[in-house]
């Protein structure tokens, strides 16, 4: 499936919002505030789609497979760093 473009008049939108850092033509770079926040109301039972519609990401402008994708990286990562943190924890204790 090709990827569809970011307009420059969509880039700027994007751009002014405080949930991105950074975006370009293809690729949108969420702050870390947002990523937290937002991983923090979905751990709560909100819903993908009404939390980056109300940083004004909506699903309709940056695509459902977008927000579906960055929850689950982010929930992939978040995983990933708490096993991280037992490994350490444990191996702390056998000192």
Do not use: H
Request: glycine share 6%; charged share 35%.
């Amino acid at each position: 499936m090709p990827r569809v473009a970011f307009t420059a008049k969509t880039r700027k939108y994007l751009g002014s919002l405080d949930a991105v850092e950074s975006v370009t033509q293809y690729r949108i770079c969420y702050s870390k505030e947002f990523r937290d926040d937002c991983m923090r109301r979905y751990a709560e039972g909100g819903s993908p789609a009404a939390i980056f519609r109300e940083a004004g990401l909506d699903p309709k402008i940056i695509g459902y497979k977008r927000v579906e994708r960055c929850i689950a990286r982010w929930k992939a990562e978040d995983a990933e760093k708490a096993a991280e943190t037992a490994v350490e924890n444990s191996e702390n204790q056998g000192e």
